[in-house]
């Protein structure tokens, strides 16, 4: 088994607080105590919470994308892809009992000075669109009206991840997927 570096630890005793505790709810002391290291090694990998957030929402951005695609990879087209995503985000949702999107979560519980988070949150949301656009330009011809679909789509998952966390009940992703294969058609 592999050691894990001292930034890694940090990392990962900061990705799982901040995902199911909260972003203000938790404190550097407290990553330091999870992570097991000392405070002035925390402070040589990272000079604050928010520098500590910033990469524990690159490296979510980057697993969540990955996820997604490599479970609706075999799927046959644009389409599929993105009906799948819906089965995906359920079965997801489901494996963390509905803690709901690690964007959300940080987005509703960030200071206002935090831009760089905000940011970060903004980041992922576009290239989750852009991801839908894409998939959309394969099987629809018209560029303009799958940009406006795909953010149509967009609020269709976005909403259902949210009230899916509220209910904690995966009929939300359900409702969202029937919806958006209305507006597939």
């Not at 992570?35 to 929402?57: G, P």
């Not at 389409?79 to 079965?91: H, N, V």
Request: proline share 1%; aromatic share 10%.
């Amino acid at each position: 088994m592999q050691t894990l570096s001292v930034k890694e630890r940090i990392i990962e005793a900061a990705s799982r607080l901040f995902y199911f505790e909260g972003y203000n709810q938790t404190g550097i002391n407290q990553i330091i105590e999870e992570a097991n290291v000392a405070k002035s090694s925390m402070y040589q990998s990272f000079r604050s919470k928010e520098d500590i957030a910033i990469t524990y929402l690159q490296g979510r951005h980057g697993a969540w994308m990955k996820k997604m695609d490599d479970f609706v990879s075999q799927r046959k087209d644009g389409k599929d892809r993105i009906l799948g995503a819906f089965d995906f985000m359920e079965d997801w949702l489901k494996e963390v009992d509905f803690r709901g999107c690690g964007f959300q979560n940080i987005i509703t519980d960030l200071p206002k000075e935090q831009d760089r988070i905000k940011d970060q949150v903004l980041l992922h949301k576009n290239e989750v669109k852009k991801w839908v656009f894409n998939n959309l330009n394969e099987v629809r011809d018209n560029r303009g009206a799958n940009e406006a679909l795909s953010g149509e789509i967009m609020v269709l998952i976005e909403g259902a991840i949210i009230l899916s966390q509220i209910q904690k009940d995966a009929w939300p992703i359900e409702s969202a997927k029937n919806a958006c294969k209305k507006l597939l058609t």
